[in-house]
């Protein structure tokens, strides 16, 4: 048996993969079995930020991975403690929970959330709005926190307590937040799953402005918008509001897992021994790659992400087949005239990885792919979607 037919014998059949096995890769190019090289404009979904194998990251994971790779969070440890001092300086938050995915980050930020409020409120104020058309993971209480109703349809009974509003309607905020004792208000800046949308900056402010007045604690998901994605370190920072919660994953170690959420001044303390863990949470080799990542991410790697991303846009307008660009930074979203997974298929037969979310051709390539090959790759997305 081959490849893709031991898988389909071995492992769970939850994903549709694409009919390509990639072996090896060398920055925005990966290559297959077979030998052929793509542009990759996916990055893993937002994970491997500066590209694959790339010698910077490569030898800072190595470097740890020589020292010590794994020890219990019982004893301190170095690389988790560094990647805690630059969130926090960069981001002004007070303290990080480290975790190995999004979902974990988003759970304990819920965690965060209703502790907060029933430490001050009351055990009654644990309602958690988040908006329709949102994702948030796949644990069965962040699945719960996901707007999307299809989602759910196997898993009942869901985690209680969560509400969806509509997206961009402060008002439904203000009425849920009268009829549900709420503890906190979730949003991703730029819904990714959702279509790659992002959310008026407006509405936003006054969402954090609401949170701020109520004492609800505002918990921003960067999971795949974070780490320089949309052209700031988190794409709050677009925004101008300071999130209670932000939780983040995917790109932050660059291709290693790795979660982290980042309480601010309000809630810094209200985690206490014994209230939440995680065995690889803050693991070394993962963090020595977060660290490395992180660096990197400066004003000039962001200054990078937005020329890029402005000349993506600049690509894709008024282009025959495209009837709407969105999103922002390096997390753009295609509304295609021909069905999106058409246009996909089709890029990759003519060497270009692209993701879709919903019916949108979705496109995250690594924070520093080469423009050459940037603008190779829009040729070939802007001839497919025609
Ligand atoms: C906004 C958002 N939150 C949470 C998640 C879940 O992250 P993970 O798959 O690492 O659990 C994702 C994954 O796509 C995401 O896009």
Redesign the pocket.
């Known amino acids: 048996m081959n490849i893709q037919e031991q898988d389909k014998e071995y492992i769970a059949g939850t994903y549709n993969r694409f009919p390509i096995v990639i072996v090896s890769g060398h920055g925005s190019i990966v290559t297959d079995i077979d030998g052929k090289d793509y542009i990759d404009m996916t990055s893993g979904?937002a994970v491997n930020s500066f590209g694959v194998s790339d010698e910077i990251w490569r030898s800072a994971v190595y470097e740890q991975l020589c020292k010590v790779q794994h020890m219990s969070n019982l004893y301190y440890t170095e690389p988790c403690v560094k990647v805690a001092k630059i969130l926090c300086e960069r981001t002004g938050m007070k303290r990080v929970f480290f975790s190995n995915?999004?979902?974990?980050a988003?759970e304990c930020a819920i965690k965060v959330a209703r502790k907060y409020a029933a430490d001050t409120k009351g055990p009654d104020y644990y309602t958690i709005i988040t908006l329709r058309n949102s994702?948030?993971?796949?644990t069965l209480t962040?699945l719960s926190a996901t707007g999307q109703v299809h989602y759910h349809e196997l898993f009942r009974p869901l985690t209680p307590g969560f509400v969806h509003a509509e997206a961009d309607n402060f008002s439904e905020i203000e009425s849920y937040a009268k009829i549900h004792k709420t503890a906190a208000i979730m949003i991703?800046c730029v819904q990714?799953?959702g279509g790659v949308i992002a959310l008026n900056p407006d509405y936003v402010k006054k969402v954090a402005d609401f949170a701020k007045d109520n004492d609800i604690i505002l918990i921003v998901?960067e999971?795949?918008?974070g780490n320089g994605r949309s052209g700031m370190l988190y794409s709050y920072m677009n925004y101008d509001i300071q999130p209670d919660v932000v939780?983040t994953?995917?790109g932050l170690a660059g291709g290693l897992p790795f979660?982290a959420t980042l309480m601010g001044d309000k809630v810094k303390d209200t985690l206490k021994p014994g209230d939440h863990g995680s065995t690889f949470g803050g693991n070394p080799v993962a963090a020595a790659g977060a660290v490395s990542i992180l660096e990197r991410i400066d004003e000039k790697l962001l200054s990078g992400v937005r020329v890029k991303s402005k000349f993506l846009f600049d690509a894709f307008a008024n282009s025959q087949g495209i009837e709407q660009v969105s999103g922002m930074g390096l997390m753009i979203g295609l509304k295609t005239s021909k069905p999106a997974k058409d246009v996909v298929n089709e890029c990759m037969k003519n060497g270009v990885l692209c993701l879709t979310a919903k019916d949108r051709v979705r496109l995250l390539p690594a924070l520093n792919i080469p423009d050459d090959l940037l603008a190779r790759a829009a040729d070939v997305i802007k001839t497919c979607c025609k």
């Open positions: 979904i995915s999004g979902a974990e988003n994702f948030h993971g796949r962040t991703e990714g799953e998901d999971v795949q918008t939780s994953a995917k979660g």
